[in-house]
């Protein structure tokens, strides 16, 4: 049994108490490997930004629960080095169930998701509230997020082939019920790199998508109901089309890949939203230069090589994302 705050993390409830208010959003970053992690602390770090580091539940499996933990304490060290001590919080991304969430709280996350969004409503109400029961006892409060309305696409484990959009009237029946710090809503965002389907699309005259926008009246609504209170956007890469080119040119394949406009994250930023997920940016930036490296140098067959340039690549992508679209720079 490990508490977070001997890993040197924090919880979300003081950083989202300030981004609410300060009209700016904390990054959530998905990791699984060491570049990535170190990619992140090192744009947090200079940026002065708040973190919350996602762990999947594909993560999990992919490189190890243990590792992983350790990787977050690792940081939070690594940052101190760096010379700025930023809050970093450990966060379990859709957690399917009780169990799983237990285990990651027992063994130092400092915040979960429980996702029970693709049961019916009272079971996620139960679900949901079983968790947070178990989270809010611990000796360091750990907090818990919590999910209403279906996002379409697919992130590891998770996936649905419809979206449904929250439903204002359930939002605040569902956090009195079952305590939720913070609850993540689906307004037109979607998992992976090909967020929408060319037929929901306009198109630019060189053939590049123009997604739907999202539905910023169903956030005002949401808004209005839990006045102050966080909440949370999944599936919010925008799929920069240079990567995506980048990837094509050196013979990747990405058919029909279409994000979310920077612009409307920002907007978004500026409301209750003050958690914004994104994987799939990242993803991207890492395979192009990994892709452009290959192609260019034949003879490159050390991986540091190969990875490093990808890693600074990463940590570009998202010091812009802290300065220009979440807002979270100079906010730790
Ligand atoms: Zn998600």
Avoid: W
């Amino acid at each position: 049994m490990t508490s977070y705050k001997e890993l040197g993390l924090v919880n979300t409830k003081e950083l989202f108490k300030k981004a609410v208010s300060g009209g700016y959003a904390i990054p959530a970053y998905n990791f699984n490997n060491m570049e990535q992690i170190q990619a992140i602390i090192q744009a947090c770090v200079e940026t002065r930004s708040p973190v919350i580091l996602q762990v999947s539940s594909g993560a999990r499996k992919y490189a190890n629960q243990n590792i992983l933990k350790n990787m977050a304490k690792g940081v939070v060290e690594y940052a101190h080095e760096l010379g700025y001590d930023i809050p970093i919080v450990l966060h379990l991304d859709h957690g399917s169930s009780f169990e799983l969430c237990k285990d990651c709280i027992e063994t130092g996350f400092s915040s979960v998701m429980i996702d029970g969004s693709h049961f019916p409503y009272d079971e996620n109400v139960a679900l949901t509230r079983k968790v947070c029961d178990f989270a809010h006892s611990q000796k360091d409060y750990v907090t818990v997020e919590g999910e209403l309305g279906v996002l379409a696409g697919v992130e590891d484990d998770v996936s649905s082939e419809h979206s449904h959009y929250t439903q204002p009237s359930e939002v605040i029946d569902f956090v009195s019920k079952t305590k939720v710090d913070s609850l993540a809503i689906s307004i037109g965002t979607s998992h992976g790199r090909a967020k929408f389907k060319p037929s929901q699309c306009t198109r630019t005259p060189d053939g590049i998508l123009i997604p739907p926008p999202l539905r910023f009246d169903i956030l005002e609504e949401i808004e209005k109901k839990l006045p102050g209170f966080p909440i949370v956007l999944h599936g919010s890469s925008s799929v920069p089309i240079e990567y995506v080119h980048m990837i094509e040119k050196y013979g990747g394949k990405l058919t029909d890949s279409v994000g979310i406009p920077e612009e409307q994250l920002r907007k978004a930023a500026k409301s209750a939203v003050c958690k914004i997920n994104i994987d799939s940016d990242g993803r991207l930036a890492m395979t192009a230069i990994i892709r452009k490296i290959l192609v260019e140098k034949p003879e490159e067959f050390d991986p540091r090589n190969i990875l490093g340039p990808a890693r600074d690549e990463l940590k570009k992508l998202y010091s812009h994302k802290n300065q220009n679209v979440l807002g979270s720079a100079g906010q730790a």
